[in-house]
């Protein structure tokens, strides 16, 4: 049986989790909070999550534990099979990771967790978020997915990125990234009643006050 390692606040985790229940597949969650001791770095070699384990050992980066599920295993397609139609949602994929996930996650402690962010970083992030906002608006199609008429990758990757992006642009700079976009929006709440993503929103919340603990236990 596939194990997916990892901890329910992660919003990678929930992106490989996801595409697992969509594909109805069966797998055991390993509660893994990775980090640098010999014992993890085994499972993750960058000490990172999440890591899915396999018959043959581990695999890790959630884009290539995504690749690899649709792959080798059964059920709905998450990636088209014709080779520019896959180019394009995983092209969006890697954009809203580069350009929307990861300047959010510089502003995420303020957001989130209370800490105060230097003036500086934010300034950069609020750059960087507006541009990988409108290059969404310009590749996604939002007819009614990300990138067409079925749910894939690139659907998961902006439901666990841009969410978490509209968190910040509320609480840090007062700004709705999605404005513009009623189509996202739209996409979002359509998304949020999805029942596995509901089970993992539940999953995470259930998971919280252990990982706010381990947080602290690393101050």
């Known amino acids: 049986m596939l194990k997916l390692y990892g901890f329910a606040v992660s919003n990678y985790y929930n992106m490989v989790k996801l595409a697992l229940l969509e594909k109805g597949l069966p797998f055991e969650e390993v509660a893994f909070f990775a980090g640098k001791t010999p014992e993890a770095l085994v499972v993750s070699p960058c000490g990172k999550v999440p890591v899915l384990g396999v018959e043959q050992g581990y695999v890790n980066?959630?884009?290539?534990?995504?690749?690899?599920?649709?792959?080798?295993?059964?059920?709905?397609?998450?990636?088209?099979?014709?080779?520019?139609?896959?180019?394009?949602?995983?092209?969006?994929?890697?954009?809203?990771?580069?350009?929307?996930?990861?300047?959010?996650?510089?502003?995420?402690?303020?957001?989130?967790?209370?800490?105060?962010?230097?003036?500086a970083i934010k300034t950069k992030a609020k750059a960087e978020l507006l541009h990988g906002i409108a290059s969404l608006a310009r590749h996604a199609t939002f007819a009614p997915y990300v990138a067409g008429d079925t749910l894939s990758v690139a659907d998961i990757y902006f439901l666990y990125s841009v969410t978490l992006a509209c968190g910040v642009g509320k609480k840090v700079f007062g700004l709705d990234l999605l404005a513009e976009l009623p189509g996202a929006k739209a996409l979002l709440e359509r998304l949020e009643q999805n029942p596995h993503v509901k089970r993992i929103a539940a999953d995470k919340d259930a998971a919280m006050p252990q990982f706010l603990a381990w947080i602290s236990s690393k101050k």
Request: net charge negative; proline share 10%.
């Open 61 to 119: 980066e959630t884009s290539v534990i995504l690749d690899y599920i649709e792959q080798t295993q059964p059920g709905p397609k998450l990636l088209p099979t014709d080779p520019f139609e896959r180019a394009q949602v995983l092209a969006i994929a890697k954009e809203i990771e580069l350009y929307i996930e990861l300047p959010a996650r510089a502003c995420y402690a303020e957001a989130f967790f209370g800490t105060q962010v230097p003036e």
